[in-house]
């Protein structure tokens, strides 16, 4: 048969490196927004209080997760926000994951890990149980703040063997698998602001 290998039990595939559309690890995206869109987005986390991550779904070990929290579904005018991620994660689902994604089950969530209780998440995967966490299978966070203005606060990630911290530069963004390990280190200087979404879609197969 036209492309299989008679030796083996597959079709014969291309090396490796000629199909890089395919791939587990993560995606970067350097100038994903401006300067003014991150001072937008941490405005518009602003228009309410944000919410103290311990407590959310009843979890309140503060040793596993500080950080205040805010969904943009819950403010006004966040719409452009959702616009633009969605155009992000369709370029790095084309050029990169090739995931089967169908929606966008929950909302932008920016957090803020400031220095003054050392805020921090340890390592974990976002998957997790409930009929939303079960299913993310994309996870994008973007750097809001200016690198120079908090010290710590490292989005570190472990696709592989190797350990890799995301770039810090202010409005680029990462995209990786949402079992992917990852931490954010504790912030002992300043403050540090994210946006992160996650993408929803059937099991992987
Ligand atoms: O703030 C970050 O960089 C990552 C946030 C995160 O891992 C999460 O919300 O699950
Ligand atoms: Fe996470």
């Given at each position: ?31 994903a927004f401006?300067?003014?869109e991150c001072?937008?987005i941490i405005?518009l986390s ?24 805010a969904?943009l ?5 966040g719409?452009?926000v959702?616009?633009r991620i ?22 932008p969530q920016v957090a ?28 994008l966070v973007v750097q809001l703040s ?25 409005g680029?963004a ?19 602001y994210s946006l992160t979404t ?8």
């Amino acid at each position: 048969m036209a492309g299989m290998d008679a030796a083996n039990f597959g079709p014969r595939l291309p090396p490796f490196e000629s199909e890089p559309r395919i791939m587990l690890s993560a995606y970067a995206v350097p100038e994903a927004f401006s300067p003014a869109e991150c001072d937008a987005i941490i405005a518009l986390s602003h228009e309410k209080d944000l919410a103290d991550a311990g407590l959310v779904g009843n979890r309140s070990d503060h040793n596993l997760r500080r950080a205040e929290l805010a969904w943009l579904d819950d403010r006004d005018g966040g719409g452009w926000v959702m616009d633009r991620i969605m155009a992000l994660v369709a370029e790095a689902n084309r050029a990169h994951f090739d995931f089967a994604l169908t929606e966008f089950g929950e909302s932008p969530q920016v957090a803020r890990y400031g220095a003054e209780r050392e805020g921090h998440f340890v390592w974990h995967s976002d998957i997790g149980e409930g009929p939303l966490a079960s299913r993310r299978k994309l996870t994008l966070v973007v750097q809001l703040s200016e690198a120079a203005d908090y010290l710590g606060g490292v989005l570190e990630l472990q696709a592989d063997a190797n350990l890799r911290p995301s770039d810090r530069a202010r409005g680029s963004a990462v995209l990786f698998p949402s079992f992917v390990l990852h931490r954010v280190t504790p912030v002992t200087q300043g403050e540090r602001y994210s946006l992160t979404t996650w993408v929803h879609g059937p099991a992987f197969r």
